[in-house]
């Protein structure tokens, strides 16, 4: 199960320098459109982290279940990644939401 998540890491350090300028955008009360596409940037970086894990898991956890000889671990591996995506679908914003 071991993950070399440095790279990762080093993602998340850069999203977390690109979220304090979103801060400061703020402060200084910078055009709105301008703060939503760096907010959009971070949502993208994000992603990017969720797509680089998912690879890893895919390449080891995954390869690990399936190559075991418990049919019952294959399982749960299988469904939990289907179930990840279902999740990830239902927090698509929704049509609904007020732009102010
Ligand atoms: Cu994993």
Same mark, same amino acid.
């Given at each position: 199960?071991?993950?070399?998540?440095? @790279? +990762?890491? $080093?993602?998340?350090?850069? =999203?977390?320098?690109? #979220?304090?300028?979103?801060?400061?955008? &703020? @402060? +200084?009360? $910078?055009?709105?459109?301008? =703060?939503?596409?760096? #907010?959009?940037?971070?949502?993208?970086? &994000?992603?990017?982290?969720?797509?680089?894990?998912?690879?890893?898991?895919?390449?080891?956890?995954?390869?690990?279940?399936?190559?075991?000889?418990?049919?019952?671990?294959?399982?749960?591996?299988?469904?939990?990644?289907?179930?990840?995506?279902?999740?990830?679908?239902?927090?698509?914003?929704?049509?609904?939401?007020?732009?102010?």
């Amino acid at each position: 199960m071991a993950h070399d998540h440095s @790279e +990762n890491i $080093q993602r998340l350090k850069i =999203i977390e320098g690109h #979220i304090r300028g979103i801060q400061r955008m &703020l @402060e +200084n009360d $910078q055009y709105c459109i301008d =703060i939503i596409r760096q #907010i959009q940037a971070v949502g993208a970086a &994000l992603n990017k982290v969720s797509v680089s894990l998912l690879d890893g898991h895919l390449n080891t956890c995954l390869l690990n279940a399936i190559h075991s000889d418990d049919p019952v671990e294959q399982k749960r591996v299988l469904s939990e990644i289907t179930e990840v995506f279902e999740t990830s679908n239902k927090i698509k914003p929704s049509k609904g939401a007020s732009l102010k």
